[in-house]
């Protein structure tokens, strides 16, 4: 009791710091200019989290990360910044990589500038004691960020396949004849599309998210933390699959009205919420085992800071010369990114593939067409398809579309 009194006596005789007016105008204009220098790429990103719904979490995150940082208020206020030259050299490095995305037309690279700019300019005013703090609230922010598209386009079609090949596996259980042409489950009655907005990307990122604040708030052995966050990939594919199956089942049984409308979505909402159950179950089991164990209640909550003590009176922190030539830096490279002309998109002029020729030298071309189902999920805006035959010769497939 004695240990704990002098602790509590020495915690109260520390200065509690704050930020004065102008620092905090200063951190604005900083982030300010940072917003102007990349805003044709940020309108683009937000414009995906407000109408892509694998996205739409996004929107929330950076008012999670304030409160992540808010809860580390009675630690901070009492520990003194420093300035950082390596926040500087970040900063700067966020902004050669927003310029770079400029000049390139690489909506995705302005998106991570702007991340990597923030935390440049944060540790350049805290320093890497306070930053050490500040690092996992902050990193959160990564999860706003879209996947560049040619990455998201791969994963999608990539869970589409895997997803088709567990949910027919999981129809077969029931004695169902089915058969799978790529991403298409064939019941015979009805042909069920396995479409992009089924891949269970639309659950993926956002349970990759809650898996990081689960991992985040569970107070135990860092393994333990890494297998809860990276187990939201694997439950979110089963899961998926097992939606999939569970709707060729009921269009089996109980007709394609079961896999249209409001039950097809509410499926959806059922199978995010199932898997959200089982990573809580998921954390009270690894609650129970190996080092660090204990009843998960205890392992796993928030905490909220502190009330500031009165006295003794505040201390005004110094505003250090690293955010300064950081603000200074990103004003030249918004003003230098405001003279820039706009950039335009330029369609390329073409024709159509409707005149391609179908002989090719001693080749014969057969047109095919492809069947609606694809093409809605395909979105071309013209396309040629045909087998190619020389002779005796087996024939070649020959695939193009134009978007």
């Not at 509690?16 to 007016?21: C, D, E, I, Q, S």
């Not at 050299?89 to 991570?112: D, N, P, Q, R």
């Not at 409707?354 to 805006?381: C, H, K, V």
């Amino acid at each position: 009791m004695a240990d704990a009194s002098v602790a509590a006596r020495f915690d109260a005789a520390r200065p509690v710091f704050r930020l004065t007016p102008f620092a905090w105008l200063l951190l604005a204009v900083a982030l300010a200019a940072a917003i102007l220098a990349v805003k044709t790429g940020l309108a683009q990103m937000l414009a995906w989290l407000l109408t892509r719904p694998e996205y739409s979490h996004g929107v929330i995150i950076p008012f999670i990360a304030a409160f992540l940082i808010w809860q580390r208020r009675a630690q901070i206020e009492r520990m003194p910044f420093a300035r950082s030259w390596a926040g500087f050299a970040v900063a700067l490095c966020g902004v050669a990589l927003g310029a770079i995305g400029k000049l390139s037309a690489l909506f995705t690279i302005e998106h991570y500038s702007v991340v990597i700019t923030l935390y440049g300019l944060v540790l350049a005013l805290t320093g890497w004691r306070v930053f050490r703090l500040l690092w996992v609230p902050l990193l959160i922010l990564i999860f706003m960020v879209p996947l560049p598209e040619f990455l998201y386009q791969n994963f999608s079609a990539a869970l589409q396949l895997l997803s088709s090949e567990i949910g027919v596996w999981f129809i077969r259980l029931f004695g169902i004849s089915v058969y799978l042409e790529g991403n298409v489950i064939d019941l015979g009655v009805y042909q069920l599309q396995v479409a992009e907005a089924c891949s269970g990307l639309r659950y993926l990122f956002p349970l990759m998210t809650i898996g990081f604040l689960m991992a985040y708030f569970f107070k135990t052995a860092w393994w333990k933390r890494a297998l809860l966050f990276l187990s939201s990939i694997p439950i979110t594919i089963l899961m998926n699959s097992f939606r999939v199956g569970t709707i060729g089942v009921m269009v089996e049984h109980w007709g394609v009205g079961m896999a249209e409308g409001f039950l097809h979505e509410f499926q959806g909402w059922v199978v995010f919420m199932v898997c959200g159950a089982v990573m809580v179950l998921e954390m009270m089991l690894l609650a129970r085992i190996g080092a660090g164990r204990g009843p998960w209640r205890e392992l796993f909550g928030l905490e909220f800071p502190a009330p500031t003590p009165k006295t003794p009176p505040a201390v005004r922190r110094p505003v250090p010369a690293t955010l300064y030539a950081s603000t200074a830096v990103l004003i030249v490279v918004a003003a230098a990114s405001l003279a820039l002309p706009e950039r335009a998109e330029s369609i390329a002029q073409r024709l159509s593939f409707a005149r391609f020729p179908n002989n090719l030298g001693p080749w014969t071309g057969r047109r095919e067409a492809m069947e609606s189902i694809y093409l809605d999920q395909l979105m071309l805006d013209d396309y040629y398809l045909a087998d190619f035959t020389r002779g005796q010769e087996p024939p070649i497939n020959f695939y193009v579309a134009w978007y």
